[in-house]
Every structure is written in C-alpha cells, then in structure tokens.
C-alpha cells in the first residue's frame, strides 16, 4: 500500500508534502506531483501538509478519483523512471501520465485564492 496524489493537486504544485517526505519518493511532473509506490515507507506524512487535501492512503482515494492510482504508479512506468531513488536527483520532470496530461487547466479557484493565477 503506498500514499497516492490526486487531482486537487494538478495544476497547483504545492510542494509542501515535498519538504515533509522523509524518504524523498515525491516527484513532480509538470502538471502535478506523484508519490512512487515502490519508495513510500507509508508514513503518512506528506497527507496533513497538503493544503489542497490531494493526498489519500490508497485504500482512501475517493471514488472519482480512482485512476489517480494507476496514474501514480504509471507515471514511473511509462516515463522509464522506474524507482530512481530519491526525487532531488532526478529534479522536475516535464512528463505527465497521460491522462492528466489530457485535462484541461484545473483547480483555478484555488490558485486564483492563494494569488497563484
């Protein structure tokens, strides 16, 4: 089981779950962050500092949803990260999971809120 990012985050980027990892395993695409399943400890500490409450124990993640967890594991897959060890090394990615990458712009009244738009 692993923490997965959903969409209250694309779009928006906050970075805070980030700074609270303590294994490093959160990466950012260039439209959302992504947990990497094979390198989450399961700690839960990136879920309280997410200020757009994107983040959800993978049993948790709300119905609508759902394929935010096949998102997570495939943005690895299909990017050729696999489990690079820690996201400082490998810097931001310009990559998104296809399906987010297929959105259209999201989450605008959170950042026209906090002055982000």
Known sequence: ???VIAQP???VKDRACVDECPVDCIYEGERSLYIN???CVDCGACEPVCPTEAIFYEDDVPEEWSD???ANIDFFELKGLGSPGGAQQVGAVDYD???IAALPPQNQDY???H???
């Open 1 to 3: 089981m692993t923490y």
């Open 9 to 11: 985050c694309v779009d």
């Open 37 to 39: 399943a094979d390198e």
């Open 68 to 70: 935010y967890t096949r």
């Open 97 to 99: 999971d296809p399906m």
């Open 111 to 113: 950042l026209e809120s």
């Open 115 to 117: 002055g982000l738009a």
